[in-house]
């Protein structure tokens, strides 16, 4: 990310200041759909203040999904193999 957001850093100490940077606009500035369009600060900020805070469940991949059941299909042809 910071290749395509800082493509001319040369020193340190600019990579440092780009990922400073990078993370405020992200935590501060930047909102997210998974958020109802809350800040990630803003719903750490309310996440504190409350005893339960509202829940973001991350939404399904299923490029993930299908990996792992191709990973258990294998698994039993190799397990129906071996007896």
């Known amino acids: 990310m910071l290749k ?4 001319n850093i040369e020193t340190v100490a600019q990579v440092r200041k780009s990922v400073k940077e ?3 606009y992200y ?3 930047y909102p997210q759909e998974r ?3 809350l800040t990630a600060s ?11 805070p509202v829940l973001y469940p991350i939404k399904e991949n299923k490029r993930i ?3 792992w059941e191709d990973i258990d ?5 190799f397990n129906s193999k071996c007896y």
């Open 73 to 77: 299909e294998k698994k039993g042809l």
């Open 42 to 52: 803003e719903v750490r900020e309310a996440a504190k203040a409350t005893d339960e």
């Open 65 to 67: 999904k299908k990996y």
């Open 35 to 37: 958020f109802h369009g």
């Open 22 to 24: 990078t993370i405020n």
């Open 4 to 7: 395509i957001l800082y493509p």
């Open 27 to 29: 935590m501060n500035e």
